[in-house]
């Protein structure tokens, strides 16, 4: 087997990742500019912040098996077995709910599957827990997995934050604000701290709840010792929660992509997209305002 390094190198990841405007008369009628960080190119299978959060992680695991923890539905379980088949490296999904729920597989944990990722499910009580000691390490022995590099779900740890400080670096200079859709609120920790001084960060949450901004923060002052950057957070615009979207968002994003050609994500672009037009008819940037929207990844392809 190569060294991770080298083989994440091999990959090919197109970096920095494009950066394209868009004339969007929603925006120019008002005197905005609006932009797309294009990180859903950065890889075909490693899409966006997955590449950002993983690759420093792969890199740590120096070729030992990677556990990670995501929803039956979880594009980040999903990218993590994409990169295990990729590099060679075993993987571990485990997995919130009982199994029987998910048989047959469903198409998101079928292609994990595929991919060559073991799965292990775990009750929704115990999920809850997995970020404390004992609770982990019962789980890394009843998956088989104790000498693991265990990786956070939604990939967010320190390691990640710093992987995605190098977002925030790549638009210095580009834009005012850089937007990005949150869920665990990893890649708004990283490109905050990534920006330069001036330009600012908005988090457009996908989860109910209004709790992420203390996550960010915890991550921040774990990946770099204090609050970093400027950043805030608009949680008005989760269309109910995480996986919830319905009509109005499926035809904002139908026409977004009729208007530019872009495929737009569901979960978290389409979200971030209808944020910004909204605040934008609101009158909440100046006239002269650049905006950034990252486009953190794309549809996956049917299973």
């Not at 990959?11 to 004339?23: D, G, H, K, T």
């Not at 999903?78 to 998910?102: K, M, N, S």
């Not at 580009?174 to 949150?182: G, I, K, L």
């Amino acid at each position: 087997m190569t060294s991770p390094a080298a083989g994440l190198a091999d990959l090919a990841p197109r970096l920095p990742s494009p950066l394209q405007e868009v004339a969007d008369d929603r925006f120019t009628g008002r005197g905005l500019r609006l932009l797309l960080k294009r990180d859903d190119l950065i890889h075909p299978e490693l899409i966006g912040n997955k590449w950002r959060k993983l690759a420093p992680n792969l890199r740590a695991a120096a070729g030992r098996p990677i556990v990670t923890f995501g929803g039956a539905y979880s594009n980040h379980l999903r990218a993590t077995a994409a990169a295990g088949r990729l590099l060679g490296l075993p993987t571990v999904g485990v997995v919130r709910g009982q199994e029987l729920a998910y048989r047959p597989l469903n198409p998101s944990l079928a292609r994990c599957v595929a991919d060559g990722m073991r799965l292990h499910f775990v009750d929704r009580a115990t999920y809850r827990r997995k970020a404390e000691p004992e609770t982990l390490a019962a789980v890394l022995r009843a998956a088989g997995a104790g000498d693991a590099h265990v990786v956070p779900e939604g990939g967010s740890n320190s390691l990640a934050v710093r992987g995605c400080r190098e977002l925030g670096r790549e638009l210095r200079g580009r834009t005012d604000v850089a937007a990005v859709a949150c869920g665990t609120g990893g890649t708004l920790a990283g490109l905050a701290a990534g920006l330069a001084p001036g330009q600012r960060a908005l988090g457009i949450p996908v989860l109910k709840g209004g709790f992420l901004g203390a996550g960010v923060q915890a991550l921040q002052e774990e990946a770099f010792g204090a609050r970093r950057g400027s950043w805030s957070l608009d949680d008005r615009f989760h269309f109910g929660g995480y996986a919830r979207t319905g009509p109005e968002l499926g035809a904002f994003a139908e026409d977004f992509t009729g208007r530019h050609g872009v495929p737009v994500e569901r979960l978290y672009v389409a979200k971030l997209l209808y944020a910004l037009v909204r605040l934008a008819e609101e009158g909440a940037f100046p006239r002269g305002t650049t905006i950034t929207a990252v486009v953190t990844g794309r549809p996956f392809p049917p299973s």
